[in-house]
């Protein structure tokens, strides 16, 4: 009857000359992935199932695993012969990473074009509400709302990607920045109602739309940083009471 040894150090007893050491001048099998593993037979009637091996002089190296760090070391003369073993399964592709989040495409974005990534956040709320696949009822399309003529200026194919769409859009806001000297409201204002008419009007232009655009971003930007200094004087010691706004 053959009996298969489960671990390399329980055939130390059958003429094993030694195991887990780097021997130089091996021969090794045929390059390429084996499709199924080996069984040696022992002249002794046991058996070592190997991924592959490897023969130096009277020596054979039984590879346990393809990794090549788990083997074993056989005197070549105590090999009665070799069988096939079993299918051996491809390795499982990799996972490929998950999606950005939409606040990490943000981040980025921010951290790539120099803008306050809470500045491009109030900026999508009043634009689409963080909704990818919003459509003004004028064309504007994604979360930063981007007419099709100004996405293909930026290069932007497809303005429902939101990575694709953020990134645009905040290359836009900063280069509207730039155009107005950091003056944050004609910057917005020119987003939403373009620069032709900030330039013609000099100023945020008479629109009531515009006008509360402009508005409600700075005001929801400004609400964030309030709150964010008040959290860091507060020290991390003080939570805020529970009768608290």
Do not use: C, W
């Amino acid at each position: 009857m053959r009996g298969r040894f489960q671990f390399a150090v329980a055939v130390s007893a059958l003429s094993v000359l030694a195991f887990g050491l780097a021997l130089p001048g091996f021969s090794a099998d045929t390059p390429g992935a084996p499709q199924t593993t080996t069984i040696a037979v022992l002249r002794n009637g046991f058996t070592l199932e190997f991924d592959h091996r490897e023969v130096r002089e009277k020596v054979t190296r039984l590879f346990l695993t393809s990794a090549g760090n788990n083997y074993v070391d056989v005197a070549s003369d105590q090999i009665q012969e070799f069988q096939p073993g079993r299918p051996i399964a491809a390795p499982a592709p990799p996972a490929p990473p998950p999606p950005p989040t939409v606040d990490q495409i943000v981040d980025q974005a921010g951290d790539r074009h120099a803008l306050d990534a809470d500045f491009l956040r109030s900026v999508i709320r009043a634009e689409s509400d963080f909704k990818v696949k919003a459509i003004s009822p004028k064309g504007a399309q994604g979360l930063m709302q981007l007419m099709p003529g100004t996405a293909a200026g930026l290069g932007v194919h497809n303005a429902f990607d939101p990575a694709a769409n953020v990134d645009g859009g905040a290359r836009y806001l900063r280069e509207l920045l730039q155009r107005y000297h950091g003056d944050v409201a004609k910057a917005l204002a020119a987003y939403n109602a373009g620069p032709e008419r900030v330039d013609h009007y000099r100023g945020v232009p008479p629109y009531r739309e515009t006008r509360a655009y402009v508005s409600r971003i700075i005001r929801d930007y400004n609400r964030k940083k309030l709150a964010e200094r008040a959290k860091s004087a507060a020290g991390p010691d003080k939570a805020p009471s529970a009768s608290s706004p």
